[in-house]
């Protein structure tokens, strides 16, 4: 008996000595902001080195670049589009990590809240405007976050890892758009595998008059202010920093981890539902054949190098978008190929994971 009240003692001593130590860390995201904005410039001098060695100018290359994204208004609202999807599925593929769940099934979640809104503005195209876009962008959402519980329940009732499980479930999700395309949603006639155009009624009502920018940034921006809230504000977010940090400091503390990853999960597929949505909404006004590939893989990309922090989430959700957007002007002009921007994506990666080997060990919590 003594044995055992001793060794309850020294649980609950470590328990509490583990609590006043995370809430006694002082945050170091000014250090993680600079180790990413290093790991940013040593990509751009590494990308800097290839593109001399084939005899381009690298100040040439990366001032067409910028001249893609800032040179017009239209061209930074294409940015600002292209960067929409990376930031909203970022959020929740951040969310998830922070609690220590490795959700790599953003892709997939996407196509299907794609295929959830498509189907809203061809069937009730006759609704107002105003209800029939809530209705597909919620269906987006509820198609997206019921494809991210189907994972987490195969991962929290059969075992199956939830890396396995969102990996696979990204190749159904791409194959439902292709199979719903080429049956009842496709367009009759069409060369390309698409649905038929939205009536206006359903397309996203634009940010700036005269360009493309739609109110599917402005609905990014709120994802990552509710994002931060949820996590630094709220006892769900608590929990999942604990759930992250210290899983047995979690049990002992007695929260409920499969709930807690049956929720986050649901939550980063709404977000990534949502993204998909918009992008048939906003972008495309149709559901075409491959619209969300790469989206998924990047997201994971952008919320590693925001340190899983929703909030850097949107610096670097617009890194992404704007490579992407002036990719093309680089290569107009200069004559270096578009697709270097991956290499600069992926350098960037490199160094942020090398620089999270340098960081302080010591999470706030």
């Known amino acids: 008996?003594?044995?055992?009240?001793?060794?309850?003692?020294?649980?609950?001593?470590?328990?509490?000595?583990?609590?006043?130590?995370?809430?006694?860390?002082?945050?170091?995201?000014?250090?993680?902001?600079?180790?990413?904005?290093?790991?940013?410039?040593?990509?751009?001098?590494?990308?800097?080195?290839?593109?001399?060695?084939?005899?381009?100018s690298p100040m040439?290359?990366?001032?067409?670049?910028?001249?893609?994204?800032?040179?017009?208004?239209?061209r930074f609202a294409f940015a600002l589009n292209k960067s929409t999807p990376y930031i909203l599925a970022g959020v929740g593929v951040a969310l998830c990590f922070r609690a220590k769940v490795i959700n790599i099934g953003a892709e997939g979640q996407i196509a299907v809240g794609g295929i959830a809104a498509t189907w809203i503005g061809l069937n009730l195209e006759a609704a107002p405007s105003a209800p029939l876009i809530a209705m597909a962008l919620a269906a987006?959402?509820?198609?997206?976050?019921m494809w991210s519980a189907l994972a987490a329940t195969i991962w929290l009732k059969r075992h199956v890892h939830e890396v396995l499980c969102t990996l696979l479930l990204n190749f159904v999700g791409v194959l439902l758009v292709s199979e719903a395309l080429h049956g009842e949603m496709g367009e009759p006639g069409a060369g390309f595998p698409q649905s038929a155009l939205l009536g206006r009624s359903a397309w996203l009502p634009k940010l700036?008059?005269?360009?493309?920018l739609h109110m599917g940034f402005l609905m990014a921006v709120l994802a990552v202010i509710g994002g931060y809230l949820l996590l630094w504000r709220t006892t769900f977010g608590f929990r999942l920093r604990l759930l992250g940090a210290s899983p047995r400091a979690a049990t002992y503390a007695g929260i409920a981890g499969p709930r807690?990853?049956?929720?986050?999960?649901?939550?980063?597929?709404?977000?990534?539902?949502?993204?998909g949505a918009i992008e048939v909404?906003?972008?495309?006004?149709?559901?075409?054949?491959?619209?969300?590939?790469?989206?998924?893989?990047?997201a994971v990309a952008v919320a590693l190098i925001a340190s899983i922090n929703p909030i850097g989430v949107l610096p670097a959700g617009l890194f992404f978008g704007c490579l992407e957007a002036g990719?093309?002007?680089?290569?107009?002009?200069?004559?270096?190929?578009?697709?270097?921007?991956?290499?600069?994506?992926?350098?960037?990666?490199?160094?942020?994971?090398?620089?999270?080997g340098l960081s302080p060990r010591g999470r706030r919590v």
């Open 260 to 275: 807690c990853v049956f929720g986050v999960m649901t939550l980063a597929g709404a977000l990534a539902g949502l993204a």
């Open 327 to 356: 990719a093309l002007a680089m290569q107009r002009e200069v004559g270096v190929p578009s697709s270097l921007v991956f290499v600069i994506q992926g350098l960037t990666m490199v160094f942020v994971l090398c620089a999270m």
């Open 60 to 74: 040439a290359a990366y001032s067409a670049l910028i001249r893609g994204v800032f040179g017009t208004t239209g």
């Open 140 to 145: 987006g959402a509820g198609g997206g976050a």
């Open 281 to 298: 909404l906003g972008v495309h006004y149709r559901l075409i054949e491959g619209f969300s590939a790469g989206f998924g893989f990047n």
């Open 1 to 56: 008996m003594k044995a055992a009240g001793r060794n309850a003692a020294a649980e609950e001593a470590g328990f509490a000595w583990l609590l006043l130590t995370l809430r006694a860390r002082r945050n170091n995201g000014m250090f993680s902001f600079l180790l990413v904005c290093v790991a940013v410039v040593s990509a751009l001098t590494v990308t800097g080195l290839l593109i001399l060695a084939v005899g381009k």
């Open 208 to 212: 700036l008059p005269g360009t493309d």
